[in-house]
């Protein structure tokens, strides 16, 4: 019965973690819209001090094209990597499952 708990555990485990991965995937555009339109919106409010320290608006509209890019691609990457994490945790978990609920092959059958 020891076994069977152990199993139990491990599948709860891997099913929350599976549904982390979900979550995760569901929540990222909305995540980066919301980010990009942080950005724009904290810009339009600091536009006036940005417009004196890059001198014209050319490299303000550039700089800040840029920065949005640099962010949101480090926010994607970011979440990227931690989903893999998961989804390498479920296939561990999965590999452990698959050795506990395996048959022994050197038992004897009951015919």
């Known amino acids: 019965m020891d076994k ?8 709860k485990k891997q099913n929350e973690l599976k549904l982390e991965i979900q979550q995760l995937k569901k929540k990222l555009p ?3 819209i ?3 339109f942080l950005v724009t919106v904290s810009l339009y409010f600091l536009e006036d001090k940005f417009y004196h320290f890059f001198r014209n608006s050319v490299n303000f509209i ?4 840029m920065l949005l ?4 691609l480090a ?8 989903i893999k994490k998961r989804q390498k ?4 978990i ?18």
């Not at 999965?94 to 015919?111: A, R, T, W």
């Open 4 to 11: 069977n708990k152990e199993i139990l555990l491990k599948q």
């Open 30 to 32: 909305s995540l980066i």
């Open 34 to 36: 919301g980010f990009i």
């Open 62 to 65: 550039f700089s800040t094209v």
């Open 69 to 72: 890019c640099v962010f949101s």
């Open 75 to 82: 926010f994607i990457l970011k979440n990227y990597i931690k």
């Open 89 to 92: 945790k479920v296939k561990n």
């Open 94 to 111: 999965g590999v452990e499952l698959y050795k506990l609920m395996k048959l022994d092959e050197g038992s004897p059958k009951n015919e």
